[in-house]
């Protein structure tokens, strides 16, 4: 029995929410600024794609289309037998059956020929040999899950993972090829940034943003059966979903994390951003040693303590420019590096001022007094290598 019979109703609403399909445009914006800092970033690399069918998937038509360009040694992609669209996809024919399958396959590919003679190698030529050589396609006994022995075994030979893995897995996702210590680039939400367990990994600059910036937001292909979506692509005809919480996770290396951030000084904030004579140029916690910076675009060059920071920070981050100290999302850490509770009197000025936040005495969150008593969500706490 396929195992997508077996899709329980939790499985369900999690399969739900994890069908976005990413665009091709999204994937070449990405792949390419990695070629821009290192042409060889791909070369002789077994890249595999561990959550796409082949026939459905950008990321496998991107890599095969582009596989001589970017000299790959080979590329294998896994299909999902749980996926509500498995089955649908499969575009090609069997030369002996032309009945659609339904379970979970491994492609796996050495070379792309011009086997159409078109004078280009793309995903026709990819599509042909696989019509010519259907042993090349896999079944995946354990249903393509990127859990499974077979998965786990592909994924030893592989040197990259690129893919859009499953949200509701995300943690375990990375947890897996850290396990393997794989290289990776691959698409997220940006909450899990501050996961207790995605943090350590940013914070000791072993994972890090793509270069994509990801206030933009990205467009995703969704079912046909969806009824909310934000458009129809025009092209595709395809019903397409804005996620503005999308954002690429990698450990490769790229351009963008070794650009200095333009600063302003103390000084310049006070006269140009707030304009507040008389007034100190950045709030500062209640119950913490650290200012309250706001947006990235007032970090200050000459403030050698620790700054409070929104998250959209990681756009901009060189890890030679800053040290990333904290993550006010994790109590513990928070304790850690000194933080005081918020303290009764903070509650009832709070309070008293019409706050309705379930906040308590003993939270260990940053707070601001002035102008008046309040509760700063989200802040990834840094401060200046050099200064520091
Ligand atoms: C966010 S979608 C992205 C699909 C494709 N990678 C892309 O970017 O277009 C995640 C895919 O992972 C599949 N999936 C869900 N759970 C999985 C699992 N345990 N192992 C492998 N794939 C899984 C889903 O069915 C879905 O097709």
């Not at 649908?88 to 020929?113: H, N, P, T, Y």
């Not at 934000?230 to 395809?238: C, F, L, P, Q």
């Not at 007032?298 to 420019?321: A, R, W």
């Not at 009832?348 to 939270?363: D, I, L, W």
Request: one cysteine or more; a negative charge.
């Amino acid at each position: 029995m396929s195992k997508s019979m077996n899709v329980g109703l939790g499985a369900a609403k999690a399969a739900k929410k994890d069908e976005f399909y990413t665009q091709y445009i999204d994937i070449q914006k990405e792949v390419e600024a990695y070629l821009e800092f290192d042409p060889d970033t791909f070369r002789d690399q077994i890249v595999y794609c561990n959550c796409d069918d082949p026939f459905e998937s950008n990321f496998f038509k991107f890599f095969a289309a582009n596989f001589n360009r970017l000299g790959l040694k080979k590329l294998i992609s896994t299909s999902y037998d749980g996926s509500p669209i498995a089955g649908e996809q499969l575009r090609f024919k069997d030369k002996d059956s032309e009945e659609k399958s339904s379970e979970a396959i491994a492609i796996e590919m050495d070379e792309v020929l011009d086997l159409n003679n078109d004078g280009a190698t793309d995903i026709e030529d990819v599509r042909l040999f696989l019509e010519q050589n259907p042993h090349r396609r896999v079944i995946l006994s354990g249903g393509g899950d990127f859990r499974s022995e077979e998965c786990v075994e592909l994924l030893k030979k592989a040197d990259i993972v690129v893919t859009n893995p499953p949200f509701s897995l995300f943690k375990e996702y990375v947890s897996l090829l850290n396990e393997h210590d794989k290289k990776f680039l691959i698409i997220g939400n940006t909450n899990a940034i501050t996961y207790l367990d995605i943090f350590p990994l940013i914070q000791s600059n072993e994972l890090w943003l793509g270069c994509t910036n990801f206030n933009v937001g990205m467009f995703f292909q969704v079912p046909d059966h969806w009824e909310k979506y934000h458009h129809i692509d025009e092209e595709t005809g395809k019903k397409m979903a804005r996620v503005s919480t999308s954002c690429w996770y990698t450990n490769l290396d790229h351009g963008r994390r070794h650009q200095p951030l333009n600063l302003m000084t103390v000084a310049d904030n006070l006269k140009y951003s707030r304009g507040l004579k008389g007034k100190e140029a950045y709030d500062r916690y209640c119950n913490f040693d650290a200012i309250e910076v706001g947006t990235y675009k007032e970090i200050p060059s000459d403030y050698d303590g620790i700054m409070g920071v929104p998250v959209t920070f990681l756009n901009k981050y060189n890890p030679e420019q800053f040290e990333i100290v904290g993550n006010s999302d994790d109590s513990e850490m928070m304790a850690g590096l000194g933080v005081e509770p918020l303290g009764q009197e903070f509650i009832e000025a709070y309070r008293a001022h019409g706050g309705t936040g379930h906040y308590s005495a003993n939270m260990r969150m940053l707070g601001l007094t002035s102008p008046k008593e309040r509760v700063i969500y989200k802040r990834l706490l840094i401060r200046h290598r050099k200064l520091a």
